[in-house]
T-cell receptor, first 112, second 117 residues
Framework: DGGITQSPKYLFRKEGQNVTLSCEQN?????MYWYRQDPGQGLRLIYY???????QKGDIAEGYSVSREKKESFPLTVTSAQKNPTAFYLC???????????FGAGTRLSVL | AQSVTQPDIHITVSEGASLELRCNYS??????LFWYVQSPGQGLQLLLK??????LVQGIKGFEAEFKRSQSSFNLRKPSVHWSDAAEYFC???????????????FGAGTQVVVTP
């Protein structure tokens, strides 16, 4: 089945620790995105990538980093510089035009 | 840059009644418009989209939406709600192929729908 797989479903971070969220897609989409969701705030864009080896900051990139070494993978690292990391993180992908984004099931990150 | 407002944070509707969720956008050109639905703890599922053409678009699960340029609105409707429609609904606007916002969507804050028996 084609789709977007996010792992893990739940993740806990200790203070000062970096953690990495995985996002893999087998839809052959060029573009991939990371969003952060907080209650009552909708989705906010963290980073996006239009093509392999290229990515752009979104609206709330501080404290996060990404890489795009393969077309199907777009991991997100939440660094220790992100002081309020507790949120639901959603990965999405889209064909390069027409903006239809398809979403993974999300990762819930909490701080210990 | 584009923006989206969903005026209703929370709506309660009886099963079998009609539902309308409001969405207003701000964008200087013709936008791409979307409605997504999210069940608790899950990702977002696309209900329907508007790119061009007929301003009344049909989606999955019996939903439809109407694009009204004069009102900058893209309201979502369903004639008869089922208990399984209880979820959070997000409106989103995209700027299409504009160079500085390629591929980016701006999401509203969402409307939580509760369905009562």
């Amino acid at each position: 089945d084609g789709g977007i797989t996010q792992s893990p479903k739940y993740l806990f971070r200790k203070e000062g620790q970096n953690v990495t969220l995985s996002c893999e897609q087998n839809l052959n989409h060029d573009a991939m995105y990371w969003y952060r969701q907080d209650p009552g705030q909708g989705l906010r864009l963290i980073y996006y990538s239009q093509i392999v080896n290229d990515f752009q900051k979104g609206d709330i990139a501080e404290g996060y980093s990404v890489s795009r070494e393969k077309k199907e993978s777009f991991p997100l690292t939440v660094t220790s510089a992100q002081k309020n990391p507790t949120a639901f993180y959603l990965c999405a992908s889209s064909i390069s035009t027409k903006n239809i984004q398809y979403f993974g099931a999300g990762t819930r990150l909490s701080v210990l | 840059a584009q923006s989206v407002t969903q005026p209703d944070i929370h709506i309660t509707v009886s099963e079998g009644a009609s539902l309308e969720l409001r969405c207003n956008y701000s964008y200087g050109a013709t936008p791409y418009l979307f409605w997504y639905v999210q069940s608790p703890g899950q990702g977002l599922q696309l209900l329907l989209k508007y790119f061009s053409g007929d301003t009344l678009v049909q989606g999955i699960k019996g939903f439809e939406a109407e694009f009204k340029r004069s009102q900058s609105s893209f309201n979502l409707r369903k004639p008869s709600v089922h208990w399984s429609d209880a979820a959070e609904y997000f409106c989103a606007v995209g700027a299409g192929l504009a160079a500085d916002s390629w591929g980016k969507l701006q999401f509203g804050a969402g409307t939580q729908v509760v369905v009562t028996p």
